[in-house]
Structures are given as C-alpha cells and as structure tokens.
C-alpha cells in the first residue's frame, strides 16, 4: 500500500453557489376577463322550471335505459334462433300453447 498523499489527507472541497432569491415575475395576466359578470344573473332562481327539467332528464334517462335493455334482449333472442337454425334443427320457433285451464 501507498501512503496518502497530503491532498488527500485534507479532503477535497467541493465549492456550491449560495442559494438566490426566486426571481419574482409580474403576475400573469388572464387570458381573458374575469366571469364575474355571468355568475349571477339580475332575475331570481326559477327553482319550479329547473325542479321541472331535472324530472324531464330523468324520465328521459328511464326511458332511454329501458330501450337499450330491451333492444339488448332482442339481440340475444335474435341470437338464439339464428344459431339454432345454422345448426340444422328444426323445431327452432317458440310455440305458444294456451293454458288447459278449465272453461
């Protein structure tokens, strides 16, 4: 082994810049004006019309979940039949039978 050298007895300093203040810039400016203006409007809250449009959206919705279930088991039912008629069977068609309730 070699003996240290006295630079490396001392260490090696590693000089660092002192820390500078954050450059403070001008605020940014807005794109565009404040929305004060459209937030509140001069006539009151019509709260009856607006009760009236949500019940309107909701039935709307109802109605709208409703015909896609619908159209969804008619796809599936469309399905069945058109794979049992593509493997050759015959008796493929729903029969509908009347109860043999009594007269």
């Known amino acids: 082994m070699s003996a240290p050298q006295a630079d490396d007895e001392r260490g090696r300093v590693v000089p660092f810049r002192g820390r500078e203040p954050p450059r403070r810039a001008a605020p940014p400016k807005e794109p565009v004006e ?6 509140q409007r001069d006539e009151p809250d019509d709260y009856r019309q607006r009760m009236t449009n949500n019940v309107l959206a909701l039935i709307f919705c ?3 979940i409703a015909a896609g279930l619908w159209l ?26 009347p109860s043999a309730g009594p007269k």
């Open 34 to 39: 404040g929305l004060e203006k459209y937030s």
């Open 62 to 64: 109802v109605v709208l």
């Open 72 to 97: 969804a088991n008619t796809i599936a039912d469309l399905r069945k039949k058109q794979d049992c008629v593509l493997s050759g069977r015959r008796d493929c068609a729903d029969i509908s039978v």
